[in-house]
C-alpha cells in the first residue's frame, strides 16, 4: 500500500492551498484519514481526520479554515486550507488505517505518505 501526496507548495498570508493524498495497493477498505504536520523543531501533530462514514475530527488550529474530505472510490483524501498563516508552514503528511489483502489474507496497518511541504510566506 502507498500513499502519495500532492498539492504542497509556496502561498502568501491568507491565500490558500488544497492538498491531495491518493492510497493504491491491495486495499480491501480504509476505516480512518487524515492529515498531519511537523514544522521545524516541532512534533509531528494532528490536523483533521475523516472516516469512511464522512465523520470528521479538526485540529483546534484548523478549524474554521480547513475542511477534510475523501472519495472512497478513489480511496483519496483531500485537505482545503484557506486563510492560511505563516505558523502553517510544515511538512504536510497522509495517514491511512488500512485493511489490505495480501496471499489472500486480510491485515490491518497504518501507513503514511512522503509529506508535502507548505510554506506560507507573511
Known amino acids: 500500500v502507498q500513499l502519495v501526496e500532492s498539492g504542497g507548495g509556496l502561498v502568501q498570508a491568507g491565500g490558500s492551498l488544497r492538498l491531495s493524498c491518493a492510497a493504491s495497493?491491495?486495499?480491501?477498505?480504509?476505516?480512518?484519514m487524515g492529515w498531519y504536520r511537523q514544522a521545524p523543531g516541532k512534533q509531528r501533530e494532528l490536523v483533521a481526520l475523516?472516516?469512511?462514514?464522512?465523520?470528521?475530527n479538526y485540529a483546534d488550529s484548523a478549524k474554521g479554515r480547513s475542511t477534510i474530505s475523501r472519495d472512497n472510490a478513489k480511496n483519496t483524501v483531500y485537505l482545503q486550507m484557506n486563510s492560511l498563516k505563516p505558523e502553517d508552514t510544515a511538512v504536510y503528511y497522509c495517514?491511512?488505517?488500512?485493511?489490505?489483502?495480501?496471499?489472500?489474507?486480510?491485515?490491518?496497518?497504518?501507513?503514511w505518505g512522503q509529506g508535502t511541504q507548505v510554506t506560507v510566506s507573511s
Open positions: 475523516i472516516t469512511s462514514a464522512g465523520s470528521t
Open positions: 495497493g491491495s486495499i480491501v477498505s480504509i476505516h480512518v
Open positions: 495517514n491511512a488505517a488500512v485493511v489490505a489483502r495480501d496471499s489472500g489474507r486480510f491485515y490491518v496497518d497504518d501507513y
